[in-house]
Every structure is written in structure tokens, then in C-alpha cells.
């Protein structure tokens, strides 16, 4: 059973940081309680366009926030000052983009005001190390059974290098892309179309079950009770300052563009992000709830780690490396 809570927005973001400054625990139970800012941003330093939301606490949904504008400041000196991008639509959310370029080292503080001086929330960041260049990918189609059924798959060893001397937080992101040929149904003119799918299996993987790997008829029969990593978040604690081969699975065939024959090109970009404790905390939170390990009515009452001040949210900020796997 999954459920849905909407005191923060659920960002599925493929870009993430790292914090400094105190992470408070902000309870989802927001009855009786006045409103509050939400800033949610999981940033990637390596992009200049980044999309920072804006809300406000509700006891059913988040509400809206009029009149608006964030500060950006990167140690110490403002590099931006922003105003929110027009609200369209139905789902008329504030939002803005950031395009200040950001470095490892960097101490990063995001201030969002409304313009009549009743909200002001903060958040501050330094910008983690560059994840070391993934030393190696080998892949071989193998077959395996998902779900009780029998298929081929795609199975990548990606041998990574921790970084030394540091207590390190990542992500592993598996973006696969299908470029084809569609047809426009209204004026028959042909367009090129990308579809992303970042589905992977990783319950093989010492590191990524959290020293808990499974096979398909523990997940099948519900044998064991524990979140999915949906999110490919990890720490270095099994391998600090050492290399380590992740296994991981994703099925070959290409995504769905029409029919195969429109298919330009298939392939998969293998992505290693170093992110905060905060966005680690963050994800691992979102892993649970977003499971059938966590059901509200007999778990304790949820709470989701936060690093804004004023308010509540998630501003976090990651680097990355990445290599480019074609698939025949």
C-alpha cells in the first residue's frame, strides 16, 4: 500500500548536494499549526538550469505562495536575485530558475521572502566533492526472474573509487534513453522524440540493500519487510577509501517509440552523484514511503529531515560523473 503526504512536494529530481548548519526534524502533521515556507530543490552544481518550488503547509495539500523572490548567495556575495516564472495552468506552482554556477567548496545560502514580509525561510549548503571517475563498466545479458517471470536483462558491474579521508554519500542514477521518430497525430509532420526510464534492480547489491540483498522469491512472497532503494542511494561505510563494483540489472529492450523501426538509438547514461547526508537522510525517507514496508496506520508518526530554516524543505546540492553505455 502506498500512500501520499503533501507537506513537501515528492521531487523525483535526477540532480542532488550536500549541508551545513543544523538538520531539524520537522514533523508532516501541520494541523494547528500556522503555515510555513517549503523550499524543495535537489540541485545538480554541473547544471544551469536548476528548479527551485516554492509552497506553503496544508493540512490537505500545499498552498500556493503569491509574490515571491529568492536570493542566491555563494560564500557570502549575492550572485542572484529571482522572481518566480509565470504560473500556468491547473497546477500553479511557484517556481524558479536557478542558473548560478556552483563548485565543490562552495558554501551556498538560498533565501526565499514573499514581498509582504510575512514568510522568510533559508537554507544553506556547501557543495560536496566530485564523485572520482567510475573505473570501470562491464555489462553482459543475462537471464533472471522478476515478479516470478523469466527475461532477459541487462546486467552492469560498475566498479566505483571511493573518495578518501571523507565519510561519503551517493546516488547511482540509471538513465536510459530511446531517441525515435514520431509522427504528429494532428499534422502527420515527423518529430524527434527522447522517453526515459530509470528503472533498475538492485536487490543483489551488498551495498545498495544496506547489507540486506534478496532474491525474487523473497520480495515475491514478502518474506522480508524492507524499502526498495528506488532512489540508488548508498554511503561509503562498506567501502571507505576503497573501490567497489556495484551490480545492477535493467531490462535491454528499448522504451516504446511507436514501433521499433522508428528506433534511432538506444543507450544508457550510468550516473554516480555525490550528495549530503541531508539528501541521503532525505531519499532514504522517500524510499520508506514510497514502499509497501511503510504503512501508516501501525508505523510511528513520519518525519522527514529538513535543512531550512524559517521554514521546512529539502535545498541540497550534488556533483557528478557519468559514462555514456550503448545497447544493440
Known amino acids: 500500500m502506498r500512500h501520499h503526504l503533501y507537506t513537501f512536494p515528492l521531487l523525483v529530481i535526477m540532480a542532488i548536494l550536500t549541508t551545513v548548519s543544523c538538520e531539524n526534524d520537522l514533523p508532516l502533521n501541520v494541523k ?119 527475461q532477459d536483462y541487462l546486467r552492469y558491474k560498475i566498479t566505483i573509487q571511493d573518495i578518501s579521508d571523507e565519510t561519503n554519500y551517493y546516488r547511482l542514477i540509471m538513465d536510459k534513453q530511446t531517441i525515435g521518430k514520431i509522427t504528429d497525430e494532428t499534422t502527420g509532420k515527423p518529430s524527434i522524440r527522447i522517453v526515459h526510464d530509470y528503472n533498475f534492480i538492485s536487490r543483489e547489491d551488498v551495498v545498495l540493500t544496506d547489507g540486506h540483498p534478496v532474491t ?49 538509438e538506444n543507450f544508457v547514461t550510468v550516473r554516480l552523484l555525490s550528495i549530503s547526508q541531508t539528501e541521503y537522510r532525505y531519499l532514504t525517507a522517500l524510499n520508506l514511503i514510497e514502499s509497501d514496508a511503510f504503512d501508516e496506520i501501525i508505523n510511528e508518526p513520519f518525519k522527514y529531515p529538513s535543512n531550512v530554516h524559517g521554514g521546512t524543505g529539502i535545498v541540497s546540492i550534488s556533483t557528478e560523473v557519468s559514462q555514456k553505455i550503448l545497447i544493440n
Open 32 to 150: 494547528g499549526h500556522s503555515p510555513k515556507l517549503i523550499m524543495n530543490a535537489l540541485i545538480n552544481a554541473d547544471s544551469l538550469r536548476n528548479t527551485l518550488f516554492l509552497n506553503l503547509t496544508g493540512k490537505e495539500h500545499p498552498g500556493n505562495v503569491e509574490n515571491a523572490f529568492l536570493e542566491i548567495r555563494v560564500n557570502g556575495e549575492i550572485k542572484e536575485k529571482l522572481y518566480p516564472l509565470p504560473q500556468t495552468g491547473e497546477n500553479r506552482q511557484c517556481k524558479f530558475n536557478i542558473s548560478t554556477r556552483f563548485t565543490p567548496g562552495d558554501v551556498v545560502r538560498i533565501d526565499a521572502y514573499t514581498e509582504d514580509g510575512q514568510y522568510h525561510a533559508w537554507a544553506e549548503a556547501i557543495v560536496p566533492s566530485r564523485p572520482l571517475e567510475i573505473v570501470r563498466i562491464d555489462t553482459l545479458t543475462v537471464s533472471m526472474t522478476q515478479h516470478g517471470f523469466q
Open 216 to 264: 525474487d522469491d523473497d520480495e515475491t512472497n514478502g518474506m522480508f519487510d524492507t524499502a526498495e532503494n528506488i532512489y540508488g542511494i548508498f554511503d561509503d561505510s562498506r567501502f571507505k577509501n576503497q573501490t567497489y563494483t556495484l551490480t545492477v540489472y535493467n531490462r535491454p529492450v528499448p522504451n516504446i517509440i511507436d514501433n521499433p523501426e522508428n528506433i534511432l
